[in-house]
C-alpha cells in the first residue's frame, strides 16, 4: 500500500473517530448539559418568585399589625355598656353648656353588630342655632364614637334666634359577649 492510500485510510479513520465521539459521547452529553440547564433556570425561577413571596409576606405582616393597631384604637373609642349613663350625662353636660335645654331624652332599641353595640337615643334640645352649631361641633370632637342619624330644627315663633331640636343620637359600646 503506497503512503497516500494509508494517509487517506488513517484520514478516513480520523473523521469517523471524530464523527463517532461527537454522536456517542459530546451530544447526549449536550442534551444532558441542556437538560441541567433548563432545571437550574427553572429552580431560580421558584426561588425568585419565593423570594418575592417572602417579601410580600413581610408586607402582609406589616399591615396586620396596622389594622389590628386600627382596631385597637377603634375599640378604645368604643366603652363598655356598663358606661352608658357616663355618655349619656356628658352629652347632656355638653348641651347645657352651651346653653341648650334638654327637654326629653329617651332611649331606643338597641341594635347589635359583629363586636359592638349601638344604643340609639332621642333627644330634644331648645336654644338658638349658634348654641346648636357649637354643640355639634364639640360633639364631634368626643373620644367616644357618637353619630347623628335624624336632626330637625324648627324656628320658635314667640322668640327670635331661638329653635327646638329633635334628634336620633347613635353611640356605640363594645359588646360585653367579646
Known amino acids: 500500500m503506497n503512503s497516500g492510500i494509508r494517509h ?21 452529553a449536550d442534551a444532558v448539559l441542556a437538560q441541567q440547564r433548563a432545571a437550574l433556570e427553572e429552580k431560580q425561577a421558584k426561588l425568585a418568585e419565593l423570594d418575592s413571596a417572602g417579601s410580600t409576606a413581610m408586607s402582609l405582616d406589616e399591615q396586620i399589625k396596622q389594622v389590628e393597631q386600627a382596631i385597637r384604637k377603634f375599640e378604645s373609642k368604643l366603652p363598655p355598656t356598663s358606661q352608658i349613663h357616663m355618655v349619656l350625662e356628658n352629652v347632656t353636660l355638653l348641651a347645657q353648656k352651651h346653653g341648650l335645654t334638654p327637654k326629653t331624652i329617651s332611649t331606643l332599641k338597641t341594635s347589635e353588630n359583629s363586636g359592638y353595640i349601638e344604643q340609639p337615643l332621642k333627644m330634644e334640645l331648645q336654644g338658638d342655632f349658634n348654641s346648636y352649631y357649637a354643640f355639634l361641633l364639640e360633639l364631634e370632637r368626643m373620644d367616644r364614637i357618637t353619630k347623628i342619624r335624624e336632626l330637625m330644627l324648627k324656628k320658635k315663633d314667640k322668640f327670635e334666634g331661638q329653635a327646638e331640636a329633635t334628634f336620633v343620637m347613635s353611640i356605640f359600646f363594645m359588646d ?3
Open 176 to 178: 360585653p359577649k367579646i
Open 8 to 28: 487517506f485510510v488513517f484520514f478516513v479513520l480520523m473523521i469517523g473517530l471524530a464523527y463517532a465521539s461527537w454522536a456517542y459521547m459530546i451530544r447526549p
